[in-house]
């Protein structure tokens, strides 16, 4: 499909009426949960072992490599400036390195463990990630550590004072667009759900850890927190819901202003409900914010307080924004852009 389709619609919570048109940049049949930009490019990991990109100038200019024989399946995507890194879901988890210039990928690493299963990656400098991973039978927190230029690999247990920390009875966190982890400054922060729907915060320098309840719906495999983003140290948000009700939309945004330490339920019972993916908008100061489900796209234009369901689009589950007026999201068999005019 290579139709360019325009809706207009009138976005009530600006001060000012606001319109935006929506045209598809890919189809193709793979699921998409996990985008980067880079070079005027959209890239992407997905199902059956695909890798690959569209030029947001040409969407001509595009192409798809298989980088493996094995059907793998991503749900992340990350990257520093010579290389994109990607990991297939499960056991075996394999660590891909995608050389930027080439396009040519090797695995650098492997996690043979029979229970993992891995929900996102994320880097928070140019030679260190963060893998996060459901935690074992021991409910050990799963955080790896990459290193990549020092080829360093290693599972880091999560310690506060000098407590190794561990997940509660069914939590862990969801594979749905390789966001429930951020970062800022010296900060990392996970998102979880299941059991338990909690935020880890991580001290990058005293390598301690921090556990914060929060009153996010929780106690279903299904339920809980599926992305969380920060515009500061301080300003953050998390959205997520119930998986298999998906209308549900009691207990399933909220944000902290003081680095996660406590949270404020938003817009309890006055949203559209599940959540997958959520942004900050560029050079809004923490007041504009989109979130996506697989029901709608939905934004915010008073820190997270009141929201608007602005497009019926099914099937999203991953957002990025290019710029300030130009939203990227991906889902089942597409790759579309928003651009507000």
């Not at 600006?14 to 045209?23: A, C, N």
């Not at 000098?162 to 990392?188: H, P, Q, V």
């Not at 495999?221 to 119930?242: C, L, P, R, T």
């Amino acid at each position: 499909m290579k139709k360019l389709s325009f809706l207009f619609l009138l976005i009530s919570t600006f001060f000012y009426s606001q319109k935006f048109t929506i045209d598809t940049l890919l189809t193709d049949k793979i699921s998409i949960r996990a985008i980067q930009l880079w070079d005027g490019k959209v890239w992407y990991s997905g199902t059956d072992s695909k890798f690959g990109f569209v030029n947001l100038k040409d969407k001509s200019d595009k192409k798809q490599i298989i980088i493996s024989d094995k059907k793998l399946q991503f749900r992340t995507l990350a990257q520093n400036k010579k290389n994109f890194y990607a990991i297939s879901i499960e056991s075996p988890a394999y660590f891909f390195e995608i050389d930027k210039s080439t396009l040519k990928s090797k695995i650098i690493y492997s996690d043979t463990i029979k229970t993992a299963f891995y929900d996102a990656l994320h880097f928070v400098n140019e030679d260190l990630a963060f893998a996060f991973s459901d935690p074992a039978k021991d409910l050990h927190i799963k955080l790896l550590t990459l290193s990549p230029t020092k080829k360093i690999y290693k599972f880091y247990n999560m310690s506060s004072a000098n407590r190794i920390l561990k997940m509660n009875e069914g939590e862990a966190a969801f594979a749905a667009s390789n966001s429930n982890l951020a970062s800022f400054d010296n900060y990392l922060w996970l998102g979880t759900g299941g059991g338990s729907s909690r935020i880890f915060r991580f001290d990058l320098k005293s390598q301690e850890t921090e556990i914060f309840e929060t009153n996010f719906i929780q106690d279903s495999e299904a339920q809980g927190i599926y992305s969380i983003d920060f515009y500061d140290k301080n300003f953050g948000i998390a959205v997520g819901g119930d998986y298999t009700k998906q209308a549900d939309n009691i207990n399933n945004i909220a944000t902290t202003n003081d680095g996660g330490k406590t949270w404020q339920i938003q817009a309890s019972g006055k949203n559209a409900g599940y959540m997958t993916c959520v942004k900050f908008r560029p050079k809004t100061k923490g007041k504009e914010i989109v979130a996506v489900g697989d029901k709608h796209i939905s934004f915010s234009s008073d820190f997270g307080k009141t929201w608007t369901k602005i497009s019926d689009e099914k099937n999203l589950y991953a957002c990025e924004w290019a710029d300030k007026n130009t939203l990227i999201l991906a889902g089942k068999d597409k790759i579309i852009r928003l651009t507000f005019l």
